[in-house]
């Protein structure tokens, strides 16, 4: 079974942009905590967004794909979106974070 470049491409490319996106979006530098609801938001947007973007490349480049791919490609993005941001929580209780600017004012304090 011989698999085209560019549909591992077109499968591939969108989980590991969803991954490093959800990721970067965990530990964006100077992020405030987001409610619960603007989190899930978010983590929707990239679920569901990425995938839906690489459908429009796809149609634009006229790569036609099946329903089977693009539901494969997006049950495939949300597992790998949910252990992608499982796994930075587990990354947070399991290493010890940095200090802050604000805990070494406080210490100084």
């Given at each position: 079974?011989?698999i085209?470049?560019?549909?591992?491409?077109?499968?591939?490319a969108?989980?590991?942009?969803?991954?490093?996106?959800?990721a970067?979006i965990?530990?964006?530098?100077?992020?405030?905590?987001?409610?619960?609801?603007?989190?899930?938001a978010?983590?929707?947007?990239?679920?569901v967004?990425v995938?839906?973007a690489?459908?429009?490349?796809a149609?634009?480049?006229?790569?036609?794909?099946?329903?089977?791919?693009?539901?494969?490609?997006l049950?495939?993005?949300?597992?790998?979106?949910?252990?992608?941001v499982?796994?930075?929580?587990?990354i947070?209780?399991?290493?010890?974070?940095?200090?802050?600017?604000d805990?070494?004012?406080?210490?100084?304090?």
């Open positions: 079974m011989d085209p470049l560019h549909d591992l491409l077109l499968f591939a969108p989980l590991g942009a969803s991954a490093i996106t959800l970067a965990h530990w964006f530098p100077g992020a405030r905590e987001l409610s619960r609801t603007t989190a899930y978010i983590g929707t947007l990239v679920t967004g995938p839906a690489a459908m429009l490349l149609a634009a480049l006229g790569l036609s794909r099946g329903e089977l791919f693009w539901a494969t490609l049950l495939t993005n949300a597992l790998v979106s949910g252990a992608t499982n796994l930075a929580y587990w947070d209780g399991k290493l010890p974070h940095a200090i802050t600017l805990e070494v004012a406080n210490e100084r304090g």
